[in-house]
């Protein structure tokens, strides 16, 4: 009946929610009914999963219980073409599917994974990242002399509703030095930045992100599509782990 709804189709499923109003999800002879504020699933072939609530997870595989491919896409870059190129491993640490990032360089080199999105999420109002953090070493103090080569890194691409692309960066460091005045966000990159969060070297660390739909509209228009996801490590020498990435977001 009359209402708000949204429908999202993938290659592999179909979800359907309801802001407002009320509708019945039908599929190989199975139906759901649907209130406010609840949606529902239906993978390839099969039958709606009944009445879910709550925030979505955007992304897949964030838990890492899957190769990474084709989920994630893998990318290397370094200054020096000879100098090590940097190794990212599928891992299980302290009982955590994780992803880690080695790179013992002596210049600067970036290693990464990225994920693909491309959500429209005009009609969420909260938009969190969730992930757990793993800094076992790292040789440039605090994040570099701009702010940009942490030993992990976020980085979450989006479009606003003008259709303009923007990012926003968020790191993480251990090793600390206060008598170099160094940055603590990156320097180069555009707002909203987030300031780098310290933390415990080789201990794990869980990070929730402030709700990034607010976030994003202060430094502009209105996000309107979340694009991509990449987490990444930056520097010359770093060891890194990374686990249970989720882009939560509710209604």
């Known amino acids: 009946r009359a209402g708000s709804y949204s429908i999202e189709v993938t290659e592999t499923s179909t979800e ?8 019945t999800v039908i599929a190989q002879g199975q139906a759901v009914i649907l209130a406010q504020g609840e949606r529902t699933i239906v993978r390839a072939g099969g ?35 000879s100098d090590v190129e940097g190794d990212i491993q599928l891992t299980v640490n302290s009982g955590r599917n994780a992803v880690r990032f080695i790179r013992p360089g002596l ?7 990225r994920q693909k999105i491309n959500r429209d999420v005009r009609d969420y109002q909260t938009l ?10 790292q040789n440039i103090p605090n994040c570099g002399s701009l702010g940009s080569e ?26 600390d030095d206060a008598s170099q005045s160094l940055p603590l966000r990156c320097v180069t990159c555009p707002p909203p930045g987030g300031t780098h969060q310290h933390v415990q ?11 990034l739909i607010e ?37």
Not at 16 to 23: E, I, Q, S
Not at 158 to 174: K, R
Not at 201 to 211: A, E, G, I, R, T
């Open 16 to 23: 359907v929610g309801v802001h407002d109003g009320a509708a």
């Open 47 to 81: 039958i709606p999963q009944g009445v879910l609530t709550g925030e979505r997870n955007l992304l897949v595989n964030g838990d890492f219980t899957n190769p990474l491919s084709p989920d994630w896409a893998t990318y290397k870059d370094r200054y020096d073409p």
């Open 107 to 113: 210049n600067w080199g970036r290693i990464g994974i």
């Open 128 to 137: 969190r990242l969730h992930l757990a953090v793993r800094l076992v070493g």
């Open 150 to 175: 942490c030993p992990l890194m976020v980085k979450i691409e989006y479009t606003d509703v003008a259709g303009n692309n923007h990012e926003w960066v968020q790191g993480f460091y251990y090793l």
């Open 201 to 211: 070297q080789n201990v794990w660390y869980l990070y929730d992100s402030p709700n």
């Open 215 to 251: 976030l994003f509209k202060s430094a502009g228009p209105t996000p309107a599509a979340i694009t991509a996801i990449s987490i990444y490590a930056e520097g010359h020498a770093f060891d890194s782990l990374v686990s249970e990435i989720e882009l939560l977001a509710g209604e």
